[in-house]
Nanobody, 126 residues
């Protein structure tokens, strides 16, 4: 089993930045794809970004391209999400996830991910 713990959420003003971290334990996850999803109140869970084991593939949802950056430190079993130029519509609970089925292919569907964190709240005030 893999346990994922997110940190770094909180209240941020529009235009500000925040960096989320997700630390994995229980198993080395350096060969797995890792991703970030978010869910706003009353909305469905949405893919945000993913990263392949090497970092060579990093797809993003269009609404965050150019503002968010996903990265990982395999030595620390950790994935990050740097969020800049935050907007009120970025307000959501952000969850990290692992897809143990893939190393290179970076899926956008939540169904492809088999381990999930509890999530961290990010609130962007206008």
């Amino acid at each position: 089993q893999v346990q994922l713990v997110e940190s770094g959420g909180g209240l941020v003003r529009a235009g500000g930045s925040a960096k989320l971290s997700c630390a994995a334990s229980g198993r080395t996850v350096s060969s797995y794809v890792m991703g970030w999803f978010r869910q706003a109140p009353g909305k469905e869970r949405e893919f945000v970004a993913a990263i392949s084991w090497s970092g060579a593939s990093t797809p993003y949802v269009d609404s965050v391209k150019g503002r968010f950056t996903i990265s990982r430190d395999n030595a620390k079993n950790t994935v990050y999400l740097q969020m800049n130029s935050l907007k009120p519509e970025d307000t959501a609970v952000y969850c990290c996830a692992i897809s143990s089925r893939y190393s290179h292919y970076t899926p956008r569907s939540a169904a492809e991910y088999d381990f999930w964190g509890q999530g961290t709240q990010v609130t962007v005030s206008s």
